[in-house]
């Protein structure tokens, strides 16, 4: 499995979209990818938040989110989506809200490697 968190959003959109793009390119060579969302992007669970996000070159968050979501997991953690006042009924439809325990249990298994950006 391969656990990549990313910290950034559209405060700093290169490494944004290198953590998405990592995750999605990794589901699409058949690997078990789960995406956490932390900080700042903790807003692109929400619906739309994705659409807003620009990077001349890159491809659109919205369809790596989607390629990430049809074969892996993405987790909103629970205390980012707090202190933004996010809450779970809110999240896109697949996206689980889970917190540092959860975390903990994936990067720990025998075989992950995680990546944070």
């Given at each position: ?55 001349p070159h ?40 889970a917190g ?18």
């Amino acid at each position: 499995m391969l656990v990549v968190k990313t910290t950034a959003g559209a405060d700093a959109p290169e490494r944004c979209s290198q953590a998405f793009t990592v995750a999605a390119t990794a589901a699409a060579s058949g690997i078990d990818v789960s995406l956490w969302l932390t900080g700042e992007s903790a807003w692109f669970a929400l619906p739309g938040r994705a659409t807003e996000f620009e990077l001349p070159h890159s491809t659109p968050l919205p369809e790596l989110l989607e390629a990430i979501l049809a074969t892996g997991s993405v987790t909103l953690c629970t205390q980012c989506a707090v202190r933004r006042g996010i809450d779970a009924a809110d999240v896109i439809a697949g996206i689980r809200v889970a917190g540092a325990a959860v975390f903990v249990e994936e990067v720990t298994a025998v075989g992950a490697q995680a990546l944070v950006y």
